[in-house]
């Protein structure tokens, strides 16, 4: 992807639990969504209109306004088939494009590997927030994990800076690799090296980022927030992860959604707009994921696991715009009479953004060869 | 051999419980292993922890977010294996504070697994099923007749007793409508900050009184009869068996690869699942087959600590856990950024274990928490130190290293670790404490050896 001259950089932003789609980009105009959800839905009254048949949740309103400046495309019917239902199953599934085996690679990480083959910067993968994905874990590939960016650093404790430099130098030595010690040893060594790496560089995030953007208090604006600063820091970064949590949303789902999407679509568009006031928009895109859609009918307060999801492709080299088809909403349609049928498969949004947007060869990455899209402003 | 049963005795205390200090270490050491073994199985010989001297100290009880407070019964316990049960359970269990923002509910929670954790599986089941805190957090109280709920049935099934692959979702619908009407007294008022205790409550107005069939039974079925069925299926105890094996043992892949990828030790399995229909379904006698395994006896350092393990293990080598001190919360803090917010697993699923505890994030908060703690004025650093010395004078640069090696665990380490340190000891020459000067330089050199044995990769192993 040419650009500004950047090297193009990805954001995947995991929305965990099973974001609820259909409530999310609705069919507000359709009957047989009224129908099924005759206590958990937008009303038709409620909802931000794109056309005549979809419209996003009131409360993506800043989703909304990315999507009329065309920088949002809207992913729509993301699944595979027999979607499974368990969310730490699918999840596997999603982080691994191994729908039948268990996969023991991820596809962030293999992404990673192919970026950074001599693995020259432990920074060119950097998970914010606490625990590393899945999706970012193969055996020898270095990745960055930092739970909070301001106290990143080893020994830090140690004033004395020379009873400190002392200690550091046993710390290498104590994880310097060693072969046969076994996986675990051999991934804390890694590890452990990695740290004393990665924190070096990352001292400069914190140290030198500015901004007039205001991000909320809650934890994906501050996790986005994270991401410009490392961003702008200009480490080379090329692959960022983060999670949005709480979207199983078997209960409460009308006042818990919301919520979730408010802060989500919030947090969004403080990003973007901190990324163009740092002139360094035109090399990010983001990737939003979930692990599933919800079921068809609500059970009441809330919806149960189902297929069918969708996602989103953002940036402001993005040609906005509705991708795939939006699942079959008709009864007879309904997968097993109950679930939204999906229409795209999630690995073809993959390969679209891997090939696309990082220049990288898709199909040793994500298992195969599957269809793609469009959703990318071409060069000029 | 001396040395091997101090070893042993470690090993079966930090699994079994969550460390011991070097005293309790020696003195369970002189004592026959089985016997350890029976004492632990029996929490009830000994005294429970002194609930009002927390309540007077800081002004915890049940309304609290209980981190803290668990923290401080793990460590100071004198029943480690009632509450690392607790500990088991909640993780399988795994039931947050994220969505209910309730502590009365969920510290209760954790008050049954303590009651009940090592009886038979049905009571524990029926307990879990008929627990407030469980009932809001998968929703069995929108679990009503005519709009099933599947929540709660499904993650009994696939994550809280049999697994993925051992039932079909028609299995799974017949398991959420028997539990229709299981519900609690009131609905939990979040807000205003409203303590009430909530207890289960049946609501035969919302129950589905009709016949379904489950694994093959049929009748009208109850939540009862559910776990009653569930319990006599021989992937039960395989399944739990497993989930003790990777708690206890050594870690094991993750719960979603079980049903693809074959235990590591499949005769342990064996052995426990045995015991269990023997036992008729008590844990108790699960546990004692499994402690008494040389699977179990071997597998030294096989496991990650998870963060509470690390947390109270370092609590009790520098011997600062016996006081209740204003701060402890910090604790909570520590074990939360390590990856392990108590009473608040990410997902029901619980939290990743082995392996997944580390990642660079989570290494730098586990280390440098470790290295901070470790501080020269401590009772347990100072204990440390003079069992260094023993009353010499002065101590060479190898038996430095071995001897705090010893002392901190025992900690068995690799070339690497050894030879890192041995430098350091080199270095700095050894100990000395002939002159007040040298002795003065040869504690912060001492406690500078254990910071950095902490520190190392071995002391990330269990």
Same mark, same amino acid.
């Given at each position: 992807m040419e650009g500004n001259g950047k090297p193009p950089v990805l954001v995947v932003l995991q929305l965990s639990g099973g974001n609820d789609f259909m409530n999310t980009v609705v069919p507000y105009t359709n009957p047989a969504y009224h129908d099924a959800r005759p206590l958990v839905r937008v009303k038709e009254e409620e909802a931000l209109a794109i056309d005549d048949t979809l419209a996003f949740h009131p409360s993506a309103?800043?989703?909304?306004?990315?999507?009329?400046?065309?920088?949002?495309?809207?992913?729509?019917?993301?699944?595979?088939?027999?979607?499974?239902?368990?969310?730490?199953r699918a999840m596997d599934i999603m982080h691994t494009c191994e729908p039948v085996a268990l996969g023991t690679e991820g596809w962030v990480g293999r992404a990673i590997r192919e970026l950074d083959p001599k693995k020259e910067n432990v920074l060119t993968g950097v998970n914010l927030g606490r625990g590393l994905p899945r999706a970012m874990s193969v055996p020898g590939v270095p990745v960055t994990s930092v739970g909070n960016l301001d106290s990143y650093g080893l020994l830090t404790g140690i004033s004395e800076e020379r009873q400190r430099e002392e200690a550091l130098d046993t710390f290498k030595s104590m994880y310097s690799p060693a072969i046969g010690s076994g996986p675990v040893m051999?991934?804390?060594a890694q590890t452990g090296m990695d740290v004393l790496t990665g924190a070096d560089q990352l001292k400069a995030a914190p140290a030198t980022y500015e901004s007039d953007v205001e991000y909320a208090g809650n934890a994906i604006a501050g996790s986005l927030r994270d991401v410009a600063r490392v961003h702008t820091a200009g480490l080379g970064t090329r692959i960022f992860y983060v999670q949005h949590g709480g979207y199983d949303t078997h209960a409460n789902e009308m006042p818990d959604h919301p919520v979730l999407l408010s802060d989500l679509s919030g947090a969004i568009m403080d990003f973007m707009q901190d990324l163009r006031d740092h002139d360094a928009s035109d090399e990010v895109a983001i990737l939003v994921f979930t692990e599933f859609g919800r079921r068809m009918r609500d059970n009441g307060t809330g919806t149960d696991h189902g297929s069918g999801g969708g996602a989103f492709v953002i940036g402001d080299r993005v040609a906005g715009g509705l991708?795939?088809?939006?699942?079959?909403?008709?009864?007879?349609?309904?997968?097993?009479?109950?679930?939204?049928?999906?229409?795209?498969?999630?690995?073809?949004?993959?390969?679209?953004?891997?090939?696309?947007?990082?220049?990288?060869?898709?199909?040793?990455?994500?298992?195969?060869?599957?269809?793609?899209?469009?959703?990318?402003?071409?060069?000029a | 051999m001396a040395d091997g049963r101090i070893a042993l005795t470690a090993h079966l205390l930090r699994r079994a419980g969550f460390g011991a200090t070097r005293e309790e270490l020696e003195e369970a050491a002189a004592r026959d292993y089985e016997a350890v073994v029976e004492d632990l199985l029996h929490p009830e010989r000994f005294p429970e922890v002194d609930e009002d001297v927390m309540g007077r100290y800081f002004g915890w009880d049940i309304t609290t977010l209980g981190a803290a407070p668990w923290l401080y019964r793990m460590a100071n316990t004198r029943r480690p294996l009632q509450e690392k049960m607790a500990l088991f359970w909640h993780h399988v269990f795994a039931t947050a504070y994220s969505k209910s923002e309730h502590p009365v509910t969920l510290n209760r929670q954790i008050d049954t697994f303590r009651r009940v954790g090592m009886s038979d599986l049905p009571t524990i089941l029926? !307990?879990?099923? @008929? %627990? #407030?805190?469980? /009932?809001?957090?998968?929703?069995?109280?929108?679990?009503?007749?005519?709009?099933?709920?599947?929540?709660?049935?499904?993650?009994?099934?696939?994550?809280?007793?049999?697994?993925?692959g051992n039932y079909t979702e028609q299995d799974l619908k017949m398991a959420a409508r028997a539990f229709t009407g299981w519900t609690f007294t009131?609905?939990?008022?979040?807000?205003?900050?409203?303590?009430?205790?909530?207890?289960?409550?049946?609501?035969?107005?919302?129950?589905?009184?009709?016949?379904?069939?489950?694994?093959?039974?049929?009748?009208?079925?109850?939540?009862?009869?559910?776990?009653?069925?569930?319990?006599?299926?021989?992937?039960?105890?395989?399944?739990?068996?497993?989930?003790?094996?990777?708690?206890?043992?050594?870690?094991?892949?993750?719960?979603?690869?079980?049903?693809? !990828?074959?235990? @590591? %030790? #499949?005769?342990? /399995?064996?052995?426990?699942?045995?015991?269990y229909f023997e036992s008729g379904f008590e844990m108790r006698s699960v546990l004692r087959v499994l402690f008494n395994s040389d699977s179990f006896k071997n597998a030294r350092h096989r496991k990650v600590k998870s963060p509470a393990e690390l947390v109270t293990g370092i609590l009790k080598l520098v011997g600062t856990h016996r006081f209740p001190q204003p701060g402890f919360e910090a604790y909570a803090e520590a074990t939360k950024m390590m990856g392990q917010e108590l009473l608040n697993p990410p997902t029901v699923e619980g939290w990743h274990t082995g392996k997944e505890w580390i990642d660079g994030g989570t290494l730098n908060e586990r280390v440098n928490f470790a290295v901070n703690?470790?501080?020269?004025?401590?009772?347990?650093?100072?204990?440390?130190?003079?069992?260094?010395?023993?009353?010499?004078?002065?101590?060479?640069?190898?038996?430095?290293?071995?001897?705090?090696?010893d002392l901190a665990g025992p900690v068995a380490v690799g070339k690497e670790t050894r030879a890192g340190l041995t430098r350091f000891a080199e270095t700095s020459g050894g100990l000395s404490f002939a002159t007040e000067e040298e002795s003065s330089l040869s504690t912060a050199k001492a406690a500078r050896m254990l910071q950095l044995v902490v520190a190392s990769r071995e002391y990330q192993l269990a």
């Open positions: 309103a800043p989703l909304k306004d990315l999507y009329d400046r065309g920088t949002v495309a809207v992913v729509q019917g993301v699944g595979y088939p027999n979607s499974s239902r368990s969310h730490f051999e991934y804390l991708y795939a088809e939006y699942p079959p909403l008709a009864p007879e349609q309904w997968l097993n009479g109950e679930d939204l049928r999906h229409t795209y498969d999630f690995r073809g949004l993959y390969s679209t953004v891997l090939e696309q947007w990082l220049s990288l060869e898709a199909a040793p990455i994500v298992n195969g060869q599957f269809e793609q899209i469009r959703p990318f402003v071409e060069a | 029926l !307990e879990l099923s @008929r %627990d #407030p805190a469980m /009932i809001f957090w998968l929703d069995n109280n929108e679990n009503h007749r005519g709009e099933p709920n599947e929540n709660y049935g499904r993650e009994l099934l696939e994550l809280f007793s049999m697994g993925v009131q609905p939990i008022p979040l807000y205003p900050h409203g303590h009430y205790q909530s207890s289960f409550v049946y609501d035969p107005e919302a129950h589905d009184d009709s016949e379904k069939s489950f694994l093959g039974e049929t009748g009208r079925l109850t939540g009862e009869d559910i776990i009653d069925i569930i319990a006599r299926q021989p992937a039960t105890p395989r399944f739990i068996a497993r989930h003790l094996y990777n708690f206890f043992v050594a870690d094991e892949p993750q719960v979603p690869a079980w049903s693809v !990828e074959p235990p @590591r %030790d #499949p005769d342990a /399995i064996d052995a426990m699942t045995a015991a703690e470790v501080a020269p004025d401590k009772p347990g650093v100072q204990s440390f130190i003079a069992g260094l010395t023993s009353g010499k004078t002065s101590l060479p640069p190898d038996e430095m290293v071995e001897r705090s090696l």
